[in-house]
Structure formats: C-alpha cells, structure tokens
C-alpha cells in the first residue's frame, strides 16, 4: 500500500503530482534538474525528506546531461529554503561527483539515498510505535508520510507501524491550511493502509485534546535544529503548547538527515513565506509555510539512529556530530 | 461604514445573505418565521447576537401571522444550539406577548432589542478600546463585527473604537477554518473600516504570537457560563493557550445577553456539530463549530454593563443574576 511519488525510468524523474491528489494520479516525467527543480518549487513534490531523495535525482539527471553541478546544486538550494534535507542530498552528490568522476555515479547515489529513506523510516517508525499504549488515538499534523518521504513515511510511519502491531485505535488528521495536505494527502494514505482516521479544522485539534481524546501527537520534521527546536509545517507550534498543557506527549519522527547540526536554534532556522493567494483570494494574506517548536516542547525525536530526549543538544551531537 | 445585515421593511425580515460575502450582496426576504429559522440554520445570518435580533424579528413576523409562538420560538431555538442570545430573544418576545396582548407590540420589541444591541456594542467597545496602548497590533478570530452583531460590533467594535482613538496598527485575522468567516466577513468590514490588516491561517496565530507580532488577541463569544468560561467559534480555545503562555491578554467581548446564569460552567455548554462536508470533501471529518475556552485563560470580559474579570463567579452575579 506505500504510495511511490517518485520513480526514476529511462532517463527521467517522475513524480507524482500531489497537487491533484487524492482526485487524480497524474505523473509529471521530468528530464532536466531544471524540470525537478520546478516539481519541488510548486509543490508537485513536498515533504523534506522527498525533497532530498528528488534533489538527488536531479543531480544525477544533471550529470548525465553534462551540466555544471556546481550551479545545478545552487538552483536546487533556492526552490525551498526551511527544509534541510534538500541541501545535504546537494551535498552529498557534489561530494560524491568530485572523488568518484565517473558518470552514472550520480545516479547511482540517488537510488542509494531513496533505499536508504525508505530503511531510515522504517527502523524510526518502529522505534516510534515501541511508545504506543493499545486503543491509542493519535493526532498528525500536514502529511509526513509516504508522499512526503519516497519511503516508508515518518510520522505517518510511526502511525503505521503501531496500527500493524494493534496500538493505534484512532488517527485525527488536522487538514493543514492553507494547502490542505492533511485533509487530501494523509488522510488517503490512512485510507489506503485501512486506518481509522477523521480529518478536522486545524482549529479544532485544541478542543479535542482538551476533551481527552487524543493520546499523543506525532509530527514529521523540515529541519531540527543542533538545540532540538524543530521547524515544521506552520501550525505545529501550537500543537505542542496544546500538548504541554494536557500533558500528552508531542514526538517528532525524522530521519537524521533532518537535523541540521549547522543551525544553532530554532530562531536561526529561514522560514519560507508561500503566496499569500493560498490563504486568501478576497485580502492582503501573510502566508508563513512553516513555525518552530521550541525543544523543551518536544517528548522524544524518532529517528533510525535512536529516540532522542532531552538534553536534545548532546543527544544531537551523538548522532550528528556535524 | 458600519454594514447592517438585518432590516425590516414592508413586513419583511431582509437578511443579508453572508454567505456570499464578500463577492456578492445578496438579501434574502423572508415573510415567515420558518424562513428567518432557515436563515439562521444555513448561516446567511451568523453571530450569537444577530441570531438573536433575527429570531425577535422572526416572533414578530409569526405574530403578525397569527401563528403559534410557542411553536415558533421552539423551531428557532432548535436551529443552533450553542448560542444563547437565540433563546433570550425568544423568551423576551415569549414574555412581552404574555403581558402585553396587542398585536404588533412584537415588531417594536424587536425593532428595541436591535438598537439596544447597537447601543451595547458601543459601550463594550470603549471600554475594551481603553485598554489599548498606541501602536497595539491585535489578533481575532472568527468574525465579531456588525455583521455578528446587527450593530456596532463586538470584538471587531473594540478594533474599530481602538483605531478611532488612533491605539491600534494593524490587526491580524484568523481565516477561521471551515466556513471563512475571518477571511470573507472580518477582512472585508476591516477594509470598509480603513484598518490595516493582513489575513492568516488559522494555525499561523501561534508563531506571530510567539514572534512577538501581537499585543492583544479580542474574541466575541457565543455563550459564557456562569464561571465565566466561554464558548465560541472553534479554535478560539488554542488562542487563549497561546496568549497565556506569551503573556499578552486575550480579550472576549461580548453583550449581557451572551452571559447564561443558567449554565454553570463550560462542560455544560452544547457544542454544535456541523457538516462534515464542511471540513473535507475528501475523507470522513469531524467538524464542532465551537470550543470552549476555561474562565481562567480570558483576560477581561468587555460588556455593556462594564469590564468583568476575575473572580468572574461573582463579577457574572453582578451583571447577570439569572
């Protein structure tokens, strides 16, 4: 049932459209990093870890076109700037580029670093799901899923994986203003992986933990900072301070490659500003994509190396040492 | 500039229809309770106070009919249970046509209650206004202006008396997710009005809030409790979070009308549940039109009779005896 937005066939990217979804499964074939970088732009692909796994692609399409990677890397960086993951697969090609030399390693690079996702959520989704009590109902934020990984999913993963194990009676699905990711794309792969799940306003998730009837909160990652401050879709911030009053724990599951040992806090971390025409077509809008939650916020971070708990700054050195 | 969403003329309620707004000013005429209940069940009017002037107007209209007035204040309470400026309209026109007799006295009651709300809206205004300092930039949710009220306005009375007295810079305005009454009626009022500013989604208050960008958040209520917790629009509970763990006031404002000695607190209150196809044409949803927000989170209470704060048990004994 994982949903696959991205596949890599004769010398092209193709990445499923999640704008459409879940009304139509269109498929935009992309032959130039140019084309991907676009998809990433616009959205067709989001979530920052497939953000990273089609950044890698792009390189290697690159590469076979003989383009310069230096500013093909450049191009990439600037589509979307909060998400970390997109710059450390840049890296991670450039790097590679400059000590192997022979084309079509590239290529070979992006499919290792798509495995690998898909391996990275699997191994933190079960961490995660080890926390889950029987007849649990849990409450998710944005899509940190399949769709927004190429693997497995994260916080979707989490959900996932205790549904599997009979932990999970209930997932509440925030819709995800003002692009409604929670609302069409989460609530399709709950749907697809047979999970009991009812999607509310965002503004309605306070009233449902206030009346008891959420357990825990799982959300995905854009970057986490050397600190364990989080950025993420905007909107989880309050979620956490909703968490913390109701004493009910807020986990946060990523894969390493999140985290961003370079950034010091979560005040240090760029916030993209989208179109103001996606919140409002009838006034001057302010349209923040992502918010920060501070650590102190935070119960645990899933990731396949470990749980991670406060003190977040040494447990981030552990496992990044950056 | 002040919009005017109810008239009477020619033996007819005009409602403007709110829905519409703001791309079309549209008034549906009704000649009959049954029509002004159709009215208030489908939203075209909205707001706990202007519920209220139209179910008066609606008595009217059955009294001139000849109809039942038991009858036909039972239909207009069952229309939306949360507010109770509905059923205290009714039982004032209940209790007038039980004294009084003569026919047509109910068109004069209602044409009182309707300058009465006015004149209420006016004094709750100044006096949340002179709580404002130069320069304020505020936060509401939801819409509590005159199209709420069918008078000055409540919580966006208090803006308007607040950037007359030149105290406010700019307010931000929650979309108000799932019908858009932030984005469609209070952004278009603000506008009328000349105030700066800028609309948001719902789940971005938190991160302005926590950057710093609001000084004061101001909510009109549907219904407060005899302990002063207060039901309003849903995600109006997450606001008063979030303005307490910042330390700015959160504000409610709100007619004596809203205040119901009768129920003791908010677990009392009855929380409407609407179409779930408001929230998701996609999925299953969950869709509570209200929460409620504990007594101990609201900063003061602007009504007619005067500012009311804590202990509010008592301050509600004072302006409210039930």
């Given at each position: 049932v994982t949903a696959r937005p991205l596949r890599f066939e004769d010398e092209a990217l193709l990445v499923?459209?999640?704008?459409?979804?879940p009304g139509r499964e269109t498929w935009i074939r992309c032959h130039s990093a140019a084309e991907v970088a676009d998809c990433i732009r616009e959205m067709a692909v989001r979530g920052a870890p497939a953000i990273g796994v089609a950044a890698a692609y792009a390189m290697a399409l690159a590469e076979l076109r003989g383009e310069d990677l230096e500013r093909t890397g450049t191009l990439l960086r600037a589509?979307?700037?909060?998400?970390?993951n997109l710059a450390w697969a840049v890296e991670r090609a450039q790097a590679a580029a400059a000590s192997a030399?022979?084309?079509?390693s590239l290529l070979e690079l992006a499919r290792e670093l798509h495995r690998e996702q898909d391996e990275a959520d699997r191994r933190l989704s079960a961490l995660g799901a080890a926390r889950f009590k029987a007849g649990d109902r849990a409450l998710t934020h944005c899509n940190a899923g399949a769709l927004a990984?190429?693997?497995?999913?994260?916080a979707c993963g989490v959900l996932r994986s205790a549904w599997e194990q009979g932990l999970l009676a209930q997932v509440w699905v925030?819709?995800?203003?003002?692009?409604?990711q929670g609302a069409r794309l989460t609530a399709w792969e709950l749907e697809r992986a047979g999970i009991p799940h009812r999607v509310v306003a965002d503004s309605a998730a306070g009233s449902l933990i206030a009346r008891g009837a959420v357990d825990r909160v799982v959300v995905g990652a854009d970057r986490i900072a050397a600190n364990g401050d989080v950025a993420n879709k905007i909107g989880t911030y309050p979620l956490a301070v909703l968490a913390a009053r109701h004493e009910i724990p807020f986990y946060v599951a990523a894969p390493i490659?999140?985290?961003?040992?370079?950034?010091?806090?979560?005040?240090?971390i760029p916030i993209e500003e989208r179109d103001p025409a996606e919140v409002s077509e009838h006034g001057r809008a302010f349209n923040p994509a992502f918010d920060v939650t501070p650590?102190?916020?935070?119960?645990a971070i899933f990731t396949e190396a470990g749980v991670l708990e406060a003190p977040y700054d040494e447990a981030i050195r552990r496992v990044a040492p950056g």
């Amino acid at each position: 049932v994982t949903a696959r937005p991205l596949r890599f066939e004769d010398e092209a990217l193709l990445v499923l459209d999640q704008r459409a979804l879940p009304g139509r499964e269109t498929w935009i074939r992309c032959h130039s990093a140019a084309e991907v970088a676009d998809c990433i732009r616009e959205m067709a692909v989001r979530g920052a870890p497939a953000i990273g796994v089609a950044a890698a692609y792009a390189m290697a399409l690159a590469e076979l076109r003989g383009e310069d990677l230096e500013r093909t890397g450049t191009l990439l960086r600037a589509t979307r700037p909060t998400a970390v993951n997109l710059a450390w697969a840049v890296e991670r090609a450039q790097a590679a580029a400059a000590s192997a030399g022979d084309t079509g390693s590239l290529l070979e690079l992006a499919r290792e670093l798509h495995r690998e996702q898909d391996e990275a959520d699997r191994r933190l989704s079960a961490l995660g799901a080890a926390r889950f009590k029987a007849g649990d109902r849990a409450l998710t934020h944005c899509n940190a899923g399949a769709l927004a990984t190429a693997g497995y999913g994260t916080a979707c993963g989490v959900l996932r994986s205790a549904w599997e194990q009979g932990l999970l009676a209930q997932v509440w699905v925030d819709e995800t203003r003002p692009l409604l990711q929670g609302a069409r794309l989460t609530a399709w792969e709950l749907e697809r992986a047979g999970i009991p799940h009812r999607v509310v306003a965002d503004s309605a998730a306070g009233s449902l933990i206030a009346r008891g009837a959420v357990d825990r909160v799982v959300v995905g990652a854009d970057r986490i900072a050397a600190n364990g401050d989080v950025a993420n879709k905007i909107g989880t911030y309050p979620l956490a301070v909703l968490a913390a009053r109701h004493e009910i724990p807020f986990y946060v599951a990523a894969p390493i490659s999140t985290i961003d040992p370079a950034t010091p806090d979560g005040g240090s971390i760029p916030i993209e500003e989208r179109d103001p025409a996606e919140v409002s077509e009838h006034g001057r809008a302010f349209n923040p994509a992502f918010d920060v939650t501070p650590a102190e916020l935070v119960t645990a971070i899933f990731t396949e190396a470990g749980v991670l708990e406060a003190p977040y700054d040494e447990a981030i050195r552990r496992v990044a040492p950056g």
